[in-house]
């Protein structure tokens, strides 16, 4: 089967990305066609657990609909490790040169973490304009966010960290930021007793957010 083409930007597919913490493998699937159904299709598994390749892969195999990536990508190794599994764009909350170098060589679209101007200034000399902004609540907000507007209009963000549906329209309303990256649309209590039903209501209200923004 031909794999398919990555996405042009990872910051245009929908307003919330969801950061998924798979613990069984099983889970996968079912959880991704909830957000996927709910209008989320960009879905970050984050290589926290030992079961997130595998998560990886059987979304990428098993909804069609999905954008799946791999999340907290810290190491060169990880990259090629998180593609061969299926991911279709990588995510760090941080980064080196040598980590730049593999996700750049990778071919896919990613989002290395920042959360300085002198971050921003040093993936923008490296021809990095889309970025994530780690963690965005701790790290300065929506206050910090549009302080970079006006000096580096040329980067744009995906705000992720202590990100909820109050605060999410705050952020999306930025000009600089294309999307932003949150939980709140898989409670664990819902995951633990597979509500899937009820994680898909939660995505179909965070993909509504959407709605009024001003479209690039």
Not at 98 to 120: I, N, W, Y
Not at 171 to 189: F, I, K, Q, T
């Amino acid at each position: 089967m031909v794999s398919p083409a990555p996405p042009a930007s990872v910051l245009d597919l929908a307003p919330v990305v969801p950061v998924v913490v798979v613990e069984d493998a099983a889970d996968a699937v079912p959880l991704a066609r909830a957000l996927v159904a709910g209008g989320l299709p960009a879905i970050e598994v984050t290589l926290r657990t030992p079961a997130a390749l595998e998560a990886i892969r059987e979304i990428a195999r098993g909804v069609p609909g999905a954008v799946v990536g791999a999340g907290t990508v810290i190491r060169p190794e990880q990259v090629a490790e998180a593609v061969a599994a299926g991911s279709r764009f990588l995510v760090s909350p941080g980064w080196t040169d040598l980590l730049l170098e593999a996700m750049r060589a990778s071919g896919v679209p990613f989002l290395p973490g920042v959360s300085t101007a002198s971050e921003v200034v040093a993936l923008l000399e490296r021809g990095v304009r889309e970025m994530k902004f780690f963690p965005a609540q701790a790290a300065g907000g929506t206050a910090y966010l549009k302080s970079l507007s006006g000096p580096l209009p040329q980067a744009r963000f995906c705000p992720t960290g202590g990100i909820g549906p109050a605060s999410a329209p705050d952020y999306l309303a930025l000009p600089n930021v294309g999307c932003v990256g949150g939980s709140w649309m898989l409670p664990r209590d819902a995951v633990a007793a597979r509500d899937w039903g009820r994680v898909e209501e939660l995505a179909r209200s965070a993909a509504g957010l959407s709605a009024g923004r001003t479209c690039r």
